[in-house]
């Protein structure tokens, strides 16, 4: 198992639309690997949810673990949202913008078509933090962060914040 780079806001690698994986990939030791190390990099960072446009992998896939326990790994390969209903807000982060908190409102019960990691289709109907969760990864998938949905201003001094934090990191 191995820890993958995750990238950071605002590189231009985390805008690339993602496709679909051939499910054949999926039996193959390459693609479990890779689960496996997002699994672990998601864990270790720590974070809920991790898509694989954030470690530069761009196929429509994430790995999300919403428990307190960090005991329900859940995979999602080619998800797409059926239905969806209500509203939340809900004061998100990302890994790939690092220490930045803001309120977005997003479906509060949606219903997520989805092959697991053995490539058996899923439906899956949830609310809360986890249909939080899904809809910020599959943001990820389009190219799309979180930040997109705060005023151009607001997203310009998250990207000097970030640049300021890094240059006093390096
Ligand atoms: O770890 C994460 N926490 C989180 C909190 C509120 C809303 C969404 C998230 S997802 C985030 C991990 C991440 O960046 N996934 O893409
Ligand atoms: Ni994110």
Do not use: W
């Not at 590189?11 to 039996?27: C, Q």
């Not at 997002?38 to 720590?46: G, H, I, R, S, V």
């Not at 209500?86 to 990302?94: A, P, R, S, T």
């Amino acid at each position: 198992m191995a820890l993958l780079p995750i990238l950071e806001f605002p590189d231009p690698r985390l805008r690339t639309k993602a496709v679909d994986v051939d499910p054949a990939e999926l039996s193959t030791p390459a693609f479990q690997t890779l689960l496996d190390d997002m699994f672990q990099t998601m864990y270790e960072a720590p974070g809920i949810g991790l898509a694989a446009s954030q470690v530069d992998m761009h196929k429509r896939f994430m790995v999300i673990d919403v428990s307190e326990d960090r005991s329900r790994p859940m995979v999602f390969v080619n998800p797409q949202i059926v239905s969806s209903e209500g509203g939340q807000v809900y004061q998100e982060g990302c890994l790939s913008v690092p220490g930045i908190y803001a309120d977005v409102t997003r479906a509060d019960t949606i219903t997520v078509r989805f092959l697991d990691r053995q490539g058996q289709p899923q439906e899956l109907t949830t609310d809360g933090l986890l249909a939080v969760c899904i809809q910020h990864e599959m943001d990820h998938l389009i190219g799309k962060l979180f930040v997109d949905y705060l005023s151009p201003l607001k997203r310009e001094m998250v990207r000097k914040k970030l640049a300021k934090a890094r240059k006093h990191a390096a």
